[in-house]
């Protein structure tokens, strides 16, 4: 239902989380959490922007999306670009990720897409499977605390995050920001940056 909801709004060009620049969000958790160029997933890449801006950085990349549309303008962006990039049609719950596992994982809006504790989880236990031990996942979600009257991405508290993510990964920053944005009124974000625990404390993964 999530991904054909997707599909159809970047058919009809409904895309308001498409900025055509990468998040600062992403910019700025890279420069100064020193998370150093690695083997990286985008979920949820949309049409490159941030996969492309960490290309740049010297980051080996690998972007999915379950739209077409989008992974095709992704693809057209990092030619024009001269940006050595891979981008697939893929969805992450659905489908094996080829080049796993991956030292980094970023998504912009994926986890916060899922309505129940279980689906989170389950979203949650397929990042960490993908993940080498101690991989770091940076995720941006919609943050609950912000009553607002337009508009937005799905909201979470701070608890969903936490009671979905730390039996596979340790926080090591929850930060409420806002998102990127080209709304005079950024929607309000967490922006939360996680280590994947060891498999054998784990258990689960």
């Known amino acids: 239902m999530i991904e054909e909801g997707y599909k159809k709004r970047y058919k009809a060009g409904e895309t308001p989380w498409d900025l055509g620049r990468p998040d600062f969000n992403l910019i700025q958790t890279v420069t100064t959490m020193d998370i150093n160029p690695c083997k990286t997933l985008e979920i949820g890449c949309g049409t490159g922007n941030n996969s492309i801006w960490l290309s740049k950085n010297n980051f080996d990349v690998i972007g999915i999306d379950t739209s077409e549309i989008a992974i095709q303008k992704a693809v ?4 024009i670009d001269n940006v050595k990039c891979t981008f697939i049609v893929n969805d992450i719950l659905s489908n094996k990720i080829d080049g796993a596992p991956f030292d980094f994982a970023f998504d912009r809006g994926c986890f916060h897409s899922f309505n129940s504790d279980e689906e989170r ?5 397929k990042v960490a499977s993908l993940l080498e031990d101690d991989g770091l996942w940076l995720s941006l979600v919609g943050n609950a605390d912000e009553k607002r009257d337009f ?3 799905p909201q979470r508290t701070a608890r969903d995050i936490v009671n979905t993510v730390e039996p596979y990964f340790e926080i090591l920053s929850l930060v409420s920001g806002r ?3 080209n709304h005079p009124s950024p929607p309000r974000a967490w922006v939360c940056l996680m280590r994947k625990r060891r498999s054998e404390l784990s258990g689960k993964i």
């Open 121 to 125: 989880k389950i979203f949650t236990e």
């Open 179 to 181: 998102f990127d944005s």
């Open 151 to 153: 508009p937005g991405p």
């Open 76 to 79: 057209e962006k990092a030619s």
